[in-house]
């Protein structure tokens, strides 16, 4: 129930509301008197104090002016001047959505021209093979939650914007887990927080390509880097990816470049590991052409055999590679932290890039994090949940050789959290009739077509049918089971095109 | 100590490092047989054990090539073919940190041309008059702590990312917060969450301002907004402020203008609340000139008076304002969290251009937020955090009084965190001598100068000195002393001026 104060608040907006409305389009024209508060008071059966304070707040945003011992008077301006079609109710006829009232730059026109639709979402019961969330279960929520805690209980005295690049105790923690894990070395200095890789790419694209300027990207390929890139009106070039992963002798070919966007620790979605030969070639090219190269290592913690650790920024004499990795894919997607390894050449322009765009990464979360790398909970919450990811790999794997033995081919088990699955001597333009049968038989699948560029249609008419399958969020029995109908579908499917 | 393992990870580094720069380096070119485990375990006194799993790793990275029964090689295509000045310790021979390896784009070379220079850090016992920073004590601790506790108890099955415009609960309780604390209508659909206020205006920039095109700032006026367009190579169009705010009667002859960045609820700096009719005069020029509006809202929670509550974007109906408020001046400026209001025919390409920078705001902090807002303890905490901004204020007011009575002339006390504090007979060029001054006496002030566009020096002379005098930090004691001893550093310079 609402307290006096809450009606008397409830009444008394009905009453600006209408008074302001009548004064800005026109009926209560400047220099009208309004009514006393004694006979408005009467008239509407409210208190003379809800209608003084109705005047007051109508004074104080400039609409009447008071004046002790006269009657108020509507205020010279305080009409809307539109010369025609005025209307009393001009506030609610707002423009159709699509009317654009001003212009909207280069930018706001490539971002309105990519096709960023959302996936319908999963129904009840449905098996949803899919790449890219996380399970709930699997976050260390207990302790998150601790700290959480301990950085609350430790607020600092002043709180005030942080250096661009993050927080220090967070970036110290980084260094030296990234020493540790990736044999990766690099100064504190180098390393910037972001609001996850995406955030990283974004910087990228905007810091170093002009408009139609060249970016090397893998195709098959990482779509919304495709898209962080093709915003700023860059011009995508298109290497094609090989069991090895980026095919780096087409490189040459490709025309004038000034970025290479790669994931060599583990090309996506294909899952190779780029060999040296190729990573030195990348970066003589690199260096011929003055580009600069993304690498995206997006989840090197989920190696499941030995584990490849050298980085191609290991590798980098010449400060060209900027190194990128994320929290999105041990932790949480929703958490959006990520980070960069900038060039010393580059960290100055970086730090006034993410200054300037949204000052940096917020604080608590960055402690909390600092906190988990620190005293070790970091390394055992992501060996727990790499072995829980193997197992669901392992689940996978088995329920594609039982139900689909020689039908399919798989790409990529060597780490990450998705498989590519090809399905022999089925078109890649079945694709989406095995998604549809999938459907009916309450899985979903995720076809690999649209990790492709557009433009490359040509070698999708050469392709099987392919499958990225993520299994991240999905217990071994579920896992059984989807494959188990996923089998069915296909059945159905190759009774249909057969 | 270090464990056996961890011991065992060292020495296995540090070896794994002297091959891998070895054969990087090309003092063992491809083909080079290694030593046996046995050889080389019993020359280093290692373990054969540590031995192979270098050898692994080696091989798992693609430098060597093993074979069951054979020596190791080095792999075909593992040395860096650089032409010339190969060097054993390539690795290290980063270039000098200012020698670009690539280029930069347009808004790299704008960013890298703003001055974002770091304030000095404020020395132990000064006496900081900064406006920005927020109290550490003035945080809701318990009930922020309290929040984010039930949200991480409900953390969700499928951790993955959000709508781009922010997570629903918090649109929610955004929307009923709006709608009651600012008398603004909206749908939760117009709603968008940011990283703070200064993303709003960063997607604003990037997507609506073409490089070269215009766009109308208050001078003086926020320098970080200024910064935002000009990192996108708008031209700034400087209008006026005077007593009343924005100088509306200049628009008209600032020139084709695609934008216009506003603060009309508290001119920053100056204090003023834009009157009506003003408001009617900046809609008209928008309306003709097909312009974009900014309402930045970052303050309206601490107006010490009646409150004025009409937006901007409650007058606007042709679709054109945008309102930005944020979280960090009454929360925490280290939170990075803000909203906009967007006109309808903008949210799907803002949704775009905010999903492509970084996917979306965090959502813990947005759902512990979100819970605030909706039991009332926000409101509760802003009620109580303006009650004790207002007490600082006052003993700010009365100090100045005291101390320095008719010498200065104060501006903007009706709301905010700050005061402008003009200093009487002192011209702007001695601000730098009057801040040095105070320093001597361990008390920070921050001049209004650098608030003021750098192309209007003319306007510089015919002021006087001004202060921007922020009080948020400090507590009613601690105000008295240090404009105590601000008004002996004023007699100095005076002294010295004079």
């Not at 209408?18 to 006979?39: C, M, N, Q």
């Not at 280069?106 to 009840?124: E, M, N, R």
């Not at 390894?341 to 200054?355: S, T």
């Amino acid at each position: 129930m609402p307290t006096d104060d809450e009606r008397r608040t409830g009444l008394s907006r009905t009453l600006y509301e209408e008074f302001r409305a009548r004064i800005v389009d026109g009926t209560f024209p400047a220099g009208t008197p309004l009514p006393s508060t004694r006979a408005l008071a009467a008239e509407r059966g409210l208190s003379r104090a809800t209608v003084s304070l109705v005047y007051e707040q109508l004074a104080a945003d400039g609409f009447i002016e008071s004046r002790t011992g006269a009657a108020s008077r509507v205020a010279v301006g305080a009409t809307q001047a539109t010369p025609s079609g005025r209307s009393k109710r001009a506030r609610t006829k707002l423009p159709a959505p699509d009317r654009l009232a001003g212009s909207l730059s280069p930018i706001g026109q490539h971002i309105a021209s990519l096709k960023l639709a959302d996936p319908s979402p999963t129904a009840p019961g449905e098996i949803d093979f899919v790449y890219g969330p996380l399970s709930g279960s699997d976050f260390p929520t207990l302790t998150w939650m601790k700290a959480l805690r301990a950085v609350e209980r430790q607020r600092s005295r002043r709180l005030e914007y942080e250096d661009p690049r993050g927080n220090m105790e967070l970036r110290r923690a980084l260094q030296a887990h990234l020493s540790q894990a990736r044999g990766l070395a690099c100064s504190v200095e180098q390393l910037m927080i972001v609001s996850g890789s995406q955030q990283a790419l974004d910087l990228c694209a905007r810091l170093l390509v002009e408009p139609g300027g060249g970016v090397v990207v893998e195709n098959p390929g990482y779509r919304m880097a495709h898209h962080a890139f093709e915003a700023y009106g860059a011009k995508l070039l298109c290497a094609d990816v090989d069991a090895y992963g980026l095919v780096t002798e087409q490189l040459a070919a490709l025309g004038p470049a000034q970025l290479a966007y790669v994931t060599p620790t583990h090309q996506f979605p294909m899952g190779s590991f780029l060999p040296i030969a190729r990573r030195h070639q990348l970066l003589e090219w690199a260096a011929e052409r003055h580009a600069w190269v993304i690498e995206d290592d997006y989840d090197s913690e989920y190696r499941y055999a030995v584990r490849p650790e050298a980085t191609l920024q290991s590798l980098d004499n010449r400060g060209c590679v900027i190194h990128v990795g994320t929290f999105s894919k041990t932790l949480s997607p929703q958490m959006r932290l990520g980070y960069m390894v900038l060039p010393p050449a580059l960290v100055e322009i970086f730090a006034g890039g993410k200054r300037v765009t949204d000052r940096h990464a917020a604080t608590g979360v960055q402690r909390a994090l600092a906190r988990l790398l620190e005293d070790g909970s970091y390394d055992r919450h992501v060996r727990r949940i790499r072995r829980l990811q193997q197992v669901r790999q392992r689940a996978l794997l088995d329920a594609l050789t039982r139900h689909m033995g020689d039908e399919v081919e798989v790409q990529g088990a060597a780490s990450g959290l998705h498989l590519v699955v090809w399905f022999r001597a089925l078109p890649a333009t079945a694709e989406r009739a095995l998604v549809d049968a999938a459907r009916q038989q309450a899985v979903r699948v995720h076809p690999i077509s649209p990790l492709f560029h557009p433009s490359k249609t040509a070698q999708l008419l050469k392709r099987s049918a392919g499958l990225v399958m993520g299994y991240a969020l999905l217990e071994a029995d579920i896992i059984e089971d989807g494959v188990r109908r996923l089998a069915k579908a296909l059945l159905q499917v190759r009774q249909q095109t057969g």
